[in-house]
């Protein structure tokens, strides 16, 4: 299986702070990743697909990157409903989501 | 507008089986595929497998293959998922959710289904 690891596990920034998360494969796949959020008590939400393409809707502060086996997420400016775990998962293989980042404000 | 809705929360002993539904409106059904997802409690997301409405095809993790099966009734645009020999440590909640068709995430997520393993 594919192993995602994800850092840091958590964090702590200030309202409009750039943050970035990253996420690393154990193996090349491609730009097969996505990356999600979720909110405490809630069901994921899809935020960025194919590595770097936003979904619709979704604010243009988030931004994704990467190829290969190293991958980033970005919150340009950090805003207060940005409060939640990150996670990324990638799908060149079956599927596997990495750890999760908790995004907390400072 | 696209809805998935999942059944209420179970409590099963050990060594049972749950069977948790995900029906879904607002779309094709055969058109996307249903992941399903987990969350025990505190933790991560973890993938279980992914079934195509259309063809019946599963495709399961390699963890909970044996243990994990995959169905629909493409007549009342619902997906299931069943789990068997639970032990506690099955206890969590359990996600569907649609399939994108440009890549293979999740789109459209049910309310999650809390099953409770406990003697």
């Known amino acids: 299986d594919i192993q995602m690891t994800q850092s840091p596990s958590s964090l702590s920034a200030s309202v409009g702070d750039r943050v970035t998360i990253t996420c690393q494969a154990s193996q090349d796949i491609r730009n097969y990743l996505n990356w999600y959020q979720q909110k405490p008590g809630k069901a994921p939400k899809l935020l960025i697909y194919v590595a770097s393409n936003l979904e619709t809707g979704v604010p243009s502060r988030f931004s994704g990157s990467g190829s290969g086996t190293d991958f980033s997420f970005t919150i340009s400016s950090l805003q207060p409903e940005d409060i939640a775990t990150y996670y990324c998962q990638q799908y060149d293989n079956r599927l596997t989501f990495g750890g999760g980042t908790k995004v907390e404000i400072k | 507008q696209v809805q998935v809705?999942?059944?209420?929360?179970?409590?099963?002993?050990?060594?049972?089986?749950?069977?948790?539904?995900?029906?879904?409106?607002?779309?094709?059904?055969?058109?996307?595929?249903?992941?399903?997802?987990?969350?025990?409690?505190?933790?991560?997301?973890?993938?279980?497998?992914?079934?195509?409405?259309?063809?019946?095809?599963?495709?399961?993790?390699?963890?909970?293959?044996?243990?994990?099966?995959?169905?629909?009734?493409?007549?009342?645009?619902?997906?299931?998922?069943?789990?068997?020999?639970?032990?506690?440590?099955?206890?969590?909640?359990?996600?569907?959710?649609?399939?994108?068709?440009?890549?293979?995430?999740?789109?459209?997520?049910?309310?999650?289904?809390?099953?409770?393993?406990?003697?």
Request: aromatic residues 12%; proline residues 3%.
């Open chain 2, 5 to 119: 809705v999942q059944s209420g929360a179970e409590v099963k002993k050990p060594g049972a089986s749950v069977k948790v539904s995900c029906k879904t409106s607002g779309y094709i059904f055969t058109g996307y595929f249903i992941h399903w997802v987990r969350q025990v409690p505190g933790q991560g997301l973890e993938w279980m497998g992914w079934i195509n409405p259309n063809s019946g095809g599963t495709n399961y993790a390699q963890k909970f293959q044996g243990r994990v099966t995959l169905s629909r009734d493409t007549s009342i645009s619902t997906a299931y998922m069943e789990l068997s020999r639970l032990r506690s440590d099955d206890t969590a909640v359990y996600y569907c959710a649609r399939g994108i068709p440009v890549a293979n995430g999740m789109d459209v997520w049910g309310q999650g289904t809390t099953v409770t393993v406990s003697s």
